[in-house]
């Protein structure tokens, strides 16, 4: 996905992990909950996902690709995290 395709497929939606959901906000926030809730930030950088949780200051960054209403998240190490859109 390009990074215009992940502000699209981002910006104002909720994704589902199973027993966990996030929620990403035009402004750069992004709520991801577990039962307890924690925020962080997102941003699309040079066609990549990237976030970051505080307290860390360090970004970690993704590509996407989408098919139908599954996201998949391919990190540096070809690590997968698979989500659906909850909304």
Not at 51 to 80: H, I, K
Request: proline share 2%; aromatic share 14%.
């Amino acid at each position: 996905m390009t990074g215009d395709d992940m502000r699209a497929a981002l910006i104002g939606r909720m994704l589902s992990y199973g027993n966990s959901w996030q929620a990403f906000r035009a402004s750069g926030r992004t709520l991801y909950s577990t039962g307890a809730d924690s925020w962080g930030y997102w941003r699309v950088q040079n066609d990549a996902y990237c976030s970051q949780w505080p307290p860390s200051d360090l970004w970690a960054c993704y590509n996407m690709d989408r098919q139908g209403d599954t996201l998949r998240f391919v990190g540096e190490s070809d690590d997968v995290t698979e989500a659906t859109y909850r909304d």
